[in-house]
């Protein structure tokens, strides 16, 4: 089985920058993309940023892009999420992602518990 923990959340102010790490564990998998979603309070878990793992191509929701990037160190299967000018509306718990290349969480194959996010005003 695989397991991915998420780490690197906290508290910045508008404008400042966070780094996200997810590390997988566990035996390999057939999954090509690694990604991340995020939920809001209140709101439904949406797409932020995917990679495909073996030519490490990206994408990205067009509300983070330009400001986040995406990223992976295949020695350490670790993905990256390196956010930018951080906005309080980037708030949430973000949720590291194994599977398809799609933006759809309800077909992705493994993911984390998450990590906090909170971006102050």
Excluded: H
Aim: proline content about 2%.
């Amino acid at each position: 089985q695989v397991q991915l923990v998420e780490s690197g959340g906290g508290l910045v102010q508008a404008g400042g920058s966070l780094r996200l790490s997810c590390v997988a564990s566990g035996r390999t998998f057939s999954s090509y993309f690694r990604g991340w979603f995020r939920q809001a309070p209140g709101k439904e878990r949406e797409f932020v940023a995917t990679i495909n793992w073996n030519i490490g191509a990206t994408s990205y929701a067009e509300s983070v892009k330009g400001r986040f990037t995406i990223s992976r160190d295949k020695a350490k299967n670790t993905v990256y999420l390196q956010m930018n000018s951080l906005k309080p509306e980037d708030t949430g718990a973000y949720y590291c992602t194994a599977g398809p290349g799609t933006r759809v969480w309800e077909v992705m194959d493994y993911w984390g518990k998450g990590t906090l996010v909170t971006v102050s005003s």
